[in-house]
């Protein structure tokens, strides 16, 4: 991607800009908004690693925006480009995403300054557990504290590492595996959180195009079938989202942009092919099947009908906005959308489903992984077999006078909820709730010009109300 020259505000400054305009359409008093909007702590730390027999110093924060509920909850990121001012910017999204989803967390997010891509696995084992250990230290991670995931560079392995590394420091700590989550399913993890963000993103989509007025108004028509889609960033995020996209949706992905160029073909990629050459091939440049473009930040500006940023922030600014023809932009990733950008894709008549809603997917299932955590137990383990021979029972008895039961309807009757189906089924219903508050804020309050101020001010609403039923201690 080219390097961008903006004139742009920092992240956290970019979000709070669009908080204070959803502080505008709400009746908070002045010192609780201003409490609300700020980082309520922030740790930094630097420490020594002996690599190769040199010591290596590193540099790392985690932020808790709110704890106006705990445990606080955010991911850690590695990466080169991590500050402060971005983890802060990070933590407060988590804030906004918890709450517009009603997962009963604060928000919180941990970043390492690292290329994790210069490290062997044994080096970044050393690393991890070394920069968990000073978070441990400070009650930076903790299962009724504060709680870490995977973030960009990070993902079920770091996670792992870190679960031990606090259960060597905790072993009294019954709930030892609720610290952190994101973990492989073998190590205390859930089924389905790999995927979470990316199948939360589709459930919002989908849940979008239900609402005939909504698509309409993004200049859209009928469902996700056919539609042109652009993803930039084929990560974790990205990739499950076009993954699902075009093959349980029918949607054709007609971009893919990474680091090291783009992809293009307009009769629709093939996601899985992609995916695989990019993986053994570190890189998409090269890939035969599709027409390649060095400079990936241009496929931004092709024609399409839903722009899914899916990487990292500012990817679209003023420098890009005016230029994009997408006719909705779907927020796959943090922070995305510029202020500055916002208010022209506002003016221009895109609509964007914000990022506060559209990734909430990864949290909630996190939230997910946390209670079976501290619940020991498996989801469905206890009911899935009951649940079994009761259909088995219902479906005797309507036979029992000769008629049959179509086979497909008994195939579905007959099988009891695994964790997966439960965990799916929690996250679609989390998505599907939280659009249709979104989108009747949106419609029926005047002073709200984006479902990003709606989101942020259903928020913001509960934030409030967490301090305002609960009071400020002392
Ligand atoms: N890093 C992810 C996010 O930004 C997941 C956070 C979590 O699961 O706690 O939403």
């Avoid at 559209?358 to 206890?382: D, P």
């Amino acid at each position: 991607m080219t390097a961008k020259v903006t004139d742009e505000l920092s992240f956290r400054d970019s979000v709070n800009l669009s908080i204070d305009k959803a502080m505008a359409t709400l009746d908070l008093p002045e010192g609780l908004a201003y409490y609300i909007k700020t980082t309520h702590d922030v740790y930094q730390v630097r420490f020594p690693v002996k690599l190769n027999g040199r010591v290596e110093s590193f540099l790392g924060w985690r932020a808790v925006h709110s704890g106006h509920r705990l445990p606080a909850k955010g991911g850690i990121r590695f990466s080169i480009g991590v500050n402060q001012d971005e983890v802060e910017a990070l933590a407060a999204l988590m804030t906004y995403k918890c709450a517009l989803v009603n997962v009963p967390f604060g928000g919180s997010k941990g970043g390492l300054v690292i290329d994790p891509k210069k490290y062997n696995e044994d080096e970044l084992e050393k690393i991890t557990r070394r920069f968990a250990f000073e978070l441990i230290k400070k009650d930076y991670i903790h299962p009724s504290i504060n709680v870490p995931a995977p973030d960009m560079g990070t993902g079920a392995r770091e996670m792992a590492w870190i679960a031990d590394t606090f259960k060597a420091f905790h072993p009294d700590n019954i709930d030892h595996m609720a610290c952190v989550t994101g973990k492989p399913v073998s190590q205390g993890g859930i089924h389905g959180r790999t995927e979470a963000t990316g199948r939360g993103v589709v459930m919002g989509l989908r849940e979008f195009f239900r609402h005939p007025k909504d698509v309409q108004k993004a200049g859209l028509e009928g469902s996700l079938e056919g539609k042109k889609i652009i993803v930039q960033g084929l990560g974790n995020v990205g990739y499950y989202t076009a993954s699902i996209l075009s093959k349980e949706d029918g949607a054709d992905v007609v971009a893919i942009l990474e680091f090291d160029g783009g992809l293009y073909d307009p009769k629709g990629l093939d996601v899985e092919d992609v995916a695989q050459y990019k993986k053994a091939n570190n890189g998409v440049k090269g890939y035969p099947n599709a027409k390649y473009v060095e400079d990936s930040a241009l496929l931004l500006e092709e024609e399409c009908d839903i722009l899914i940023p899916a990487a990292m922030e500012a990817v679209i600014d003023k420098g890009n906005a005016a230029r994009l023809k997408a006719k909705l932009i779907a927020e796959a990733a943090n922070g995305p959308v510029t202020f500055g950008a916002d208010a022209i894709l506002q003016e221009k008549g895109i609509m964007i489903i914000p990022d506060t809603y559209l990734n909430a997917g990864g949290v909630t299932v996190s939230y997910f992984e946390w209670i079976k955590n501290l619940s020991h137990i498996r989801f469905g383990r206890m009911q899935r077999r009951h649940e079994e021979k009761k259909y088995e029972a219902i479906m005797a008895a309507l036979e029992s006078d000769g008629r049959r039961v179509p086979d497909y309807i008994g195939a579905a009757l007959r099988q009891g909820p695994s964790e997966i189906d439960l965990v799916r089924s929690g996250l679609d219903d989390t998505m599907r709730e939280a659009f249709q508050a979104i989108r009747e804020r949106f419609w029926t309050n005047n002073q709200i010009e984006s479902y990003r101020i709606a989101a942020m001010s259903i928020a913001i609403e509960k934030v409030a109300d967490a301090y305002r039923e609960g009071g400020v201690y002392p």
